[in-house]
């Protein structure tokens, strides 16, 4: 079931829509987008019924009470732009014998406010070196699209599967008589773990492309070097050891290895850690923005470095 906080007026919509997924190509260049566009919040899924938890939490030695991902829906309107848009983002995946009837309610809601076209993102793993830049592929749910893909350098997918949400709202979009467009970026088979920015930044611009819409993405270039930086240390392990190219995805533990060295030599942008700043002065008065600070702070991967600072918003006393 879909809540909403208001209902807003909106003038011949586009929908998109992401989840996390591969290379989290797809929920961060929405989230970006989000951010950039500065969309409003206007609803949101109640997750109680697509999502079983599997596992408790614990906090203070406490069993604490399930917590269900957020997926809530976004608004931008623009009066220079011929479409406004409808974001959704989706903090997870729902169970997979719920993926058919979540993909329902949200183009229900696409309906309800005269949406024309879906589109979503997705990663494809590719046989490439991770300092070259992707390439944008593309699937589309109607034959008159392919043309607009073409036009903007994306190349067709022939055959294949996009797994999750980001290929599922898709066919049922379709189902529904919605036009529909993924847009997939390409990374490295061996890096399919770890987050892609450089490949979230291609498939964004791509996007933007096609709706005339100008989105600074200087930010994604920076995290994409810092995070190059670190697989590149990865890849030169191998070559001391006498492998030339890493042929697997890396490791759980691989992955908090170059996290680590990431965190030891990044140095995040000041407009971030203004924002960061900003945010903990807000949560010591409003106990609820903790949520969106603990998102920043994964989002540059810098949690470890305030932990301490973080904990303190929940002690007694504090807000």
Excluded at 44 to 73: L, R
Excluded at 163 to 177: F, H, T
Excluded at 207 to 218: A, F, H, R
Excluded at 232 to 251: A, R, T, W
Aim: charged content about 30%; hydrophobic content about 35%; aromatic content about 10%.
């Amino acid at each position: 079931m879909v809540k909403l906080q208001k209902e807003p007026k909106l003038n011949s919509p586009y929908l998109v829509a992401a989840w996390p997924g591969m290379g989290n190509v797809a929920l961060k260049a929405v989230t970006y987008l989000r951010e950039k566009l500065r969309a409003e919040e206007f609803g949101e899924i109640e997750a109680g019924a697509f999502f079983h938890p599997v596992n408790a939490s614990i906090q203070g030695n406490i069993i604490e009470i399930p917590k269900f991902p957020k997926s809530k829906f976004y608004y931008w309107k623009d009066s220079r732009s011929p479409h406004d848009l409808v974001i959704f983002l989706g903090e997870a995946q729902p169970s997979p014998e719920k993926e058919y009837e979540f993909a329902c309610e949200i183009l229900d809601l696409a309906g309800k406010f005269g949406v024309e076209r879906v589109y979503t993102f997705a990663a494809m793993p590719s046989v490439m070196e991770h300092t070259n830049e992707p390439k944008v592929w593309g699937v589309v749910t109607h034959p008159s699209l392919a043309e607009d893909l073409r036009d903007y350098g994306v190349s067709l997918m022939n055959e294949g599967q996009i797994s999750g949400m980001n290929g599922l709202l898709l066919a049922v979009a379709k189902e529904r008589g919605f036009q529909g467009i993924c847009l997939l970026g390409e990374l490295p088979y061996y890096t399919i773990q770890i987050e892609n920015p450089k490949s979230s930044k291609a498939v964004l611009e791509i996007l933007c492309k096609m709706l005339g819409m100008e989105v600074d993405t200087s930010e994604l270039d920076y995290q994409a070097k810092q995070i190059e930086g670190g697989i590149e240390k990865f890849v030169d392990y191998f070559k001391l050891h006498g492998v030339h190219e890493p042929k697997k995805p890396i490791s759980d533990e691989e992955i908090e290895k170059i996290k680590e060295g990431l965190n030891a030599h990044t140095r995040i942008p000041d407009s971030a850690k203004e924002k960061i700043q900003k945010l903990f002065q807000e949560a010591k008065k409003d106990i609820s923005r903790a949520r969106e600070l603990k998102v920043e702070l994964d989002r540059w991967d810098i949690y470890r470095q305030y932990e301490d600072k973080f904990l303190d918003l929940f002690k007694k006393g504090h807000h």
